[in-house]
């Protein structure tokens, strides 16, 4: 069994900076990608930035310059800086994960169950 735990999410005023961080825990051989995904209401679940286990990123548009995702492998957890928020960065924020529970089964996707940020303008 598998579970992402996410925490830092919470209210802000527009300008300034959250910390999200996301820990896998439980029976896990290796994790390929550590991504965080938001969800704003009425729209679909879209990525937010993403990190390999060699440490390569990629950004969406809307966040990168203002966003940080970094990653630490021996702690199994990734983490979202996220400075100069926006009232528009306001959504559910979940951590996803792509790993191996074993040296011989296929990578499987995980999510975590979310945390809300709310930037007020």
């Known amino acids: 069994q598998v579970q992402l735990a996410e925490s830092g999410g919470g209210l802000v005023q527009a300008g300034g900076s959250l910390r999200l961080s996301c820990a896998a825990s439980?029976?896990?051989?290796?994790?390929?990608?550590m991504a965080w995904y938001r969800q704003a209401p009425g729209k679909e679940r879209a990525l937010v930035a993403a990190?390999?286990?060699?440490?390569?990123?990629n950004y969406s548009d809307s966040v990168k310059g203002r966003f940080t995702i970094s990653r630490d492998n021996a702690k199994n957890t990734v983490y979202l800086q996220m400075d100069s928020l926006k009232p528009e960065d306001t959504a559910v924020y979940y951590c996803q994960a792509t790993l191996k529970t074993g040296i011989l089964l296929r990578p499987r996707d995980y999510w975590g169950q979310g945390t809300q940020v709310t930037v007020s303008s």
């Open positions: 990190i390999i286990s060699t440490g390569v990123t």
């Open positions: 439980g029976s896990i051989f290796s994790i390929n990608t």
